[in-house]
């Protein structure tokens, strides 16, 4: 990859532990599985500075009982076999096992991509999936020096299409105020079919109707920040 053979590298490792006995049931390691020329983070200046190349931020059980890993620096989801380890299909960054596109009236990123330094996929069912799409990250995920493939954050809804390996973005919700989010985030999807959102590094909370109308909106004091929100029914 052209840098220095002594980098020191961060893994990504995911675990399932029974919490009665502590014993590990599963355990899948990004490096023996992932190349590194799939990351989007840039090498350190020094090699004894690790490389977060992978930066898994989010595990989520698939309706089929996958793992559904998501790696930041690598900008993919990931649908992993919990029997083997054995990674299934791929969604979004250099390796995609899917044609990327985009439904009318929706538009990719820059770099023609999904999107970019994402959090928090969930599976909805039907091949229907929603991602947080930061498209935002700072140097070194730090969140200085800001770099972004869209001027704004959103939540991405995507429809997989196994036949034609095709992915499809049939729906975008932008931050109402059209800032970047450079780091964390997510998306809940309401029983009704709304939205409710937290923008990570960005102070805010909001909940957007079916039909992508925006219902609520609150901003936390200076200094907060959330890196997911949730909304329940309180008892």
């Given at each position: 990859m052209g840098g220095p053979s002594d980098q020191k590298v961060i893994d990504g490792v995911v675990?399932?532990?029974?919490?009665?006995?502590?014993?590990?049931?599963?355990?899948?390691?990004?490096?023996?599985?992932?190349?590194?020329?799939?990351?989007?983070?840039?090498?350190?200046?020094?090699?004894?500075?690790?490389?977060?190349?992978?930066?898994?931020?989010?595990?989520?059980?698939?309706?089929?009982?996958?793992?559904?890993?998501?790696?930041?620096?690598?900008?993919?989801?990931y649908d992993v076999s919990r029997r083997t380890g054995a990674i299934r299909w791929q969604l979004g960054g250099k390796?995609?096992?899917?044609?990327?596109?985009?439904?009318?009236?929706?538009?990719?990123?820059?770099?023609?991509?999904?999107?970019?330094?994402?959090?928090?996929?969930?599976?909805l069912g039907h091949g229907l999936y929603t991602v947080f799409d930061n498209e935002s990250a700072g140097i070194?995920?730090?969140?200085?020096?800001?770099?972004?493939?869209?001027?704004?954050?959103?939540?991405?809804?995507?429809?997989?299409?196994?036949?034609t390996?095709?992915?499809?973005?049939?729906?975008?919700?932008?931050?109402?105020?059209?800032?970047?989010a450079s780091s964390q985030g997510n998306a809940q999807t309401l029983g009704d079919g709304a939205l409710a959102v937290g923008w990570g590094s960005l102070p805010y909370v909001s909940e957007f109707g079916p039909s992508g109308g925006?219902?609520?909106d609150a901003e936390f004091p200076a200094g907060v920040n959330t890196y997911r929100a949730y909304r329940f029914d309180w008892r």
């Open positions: 675990q399932e532990v029974d919490i009665r006995t502590g014993k590990v049931l599963f355990q899948w390691d990004a490096a023996d599985h992932v190349p590194y020329a799939q990351s989007e983070q840039p090498l350190p200046a020094s090699a004894a500075t690790p490389w977060d190349w992978f930066h898994v931020n989010a595990v989520k059980q698939d309706t089929d009982g996958s793992l559904l890993v998501d790696a930041r620096n690598t900008w993919t989801t390796a995609s096992s899917f044609t990327l596109t985009a439904a009318p009236g929706q538009r990719l990123n820059a770099a023609r991509t999904l999107f970019a330094w994402q959090h928090d996929p969930e599976p070194a995920n730090t969140g200085t020096g800001t770099l972004t493939e869209l001027p704004y954050s959103r939540v991405d809804t995507v429809r997989l299409d196994p036949r390996h095709t992915a499809t973005l049939v729906r975008s919700v932008a931050q109402p105020s059209g800032l970047s925006l219902l609520f």
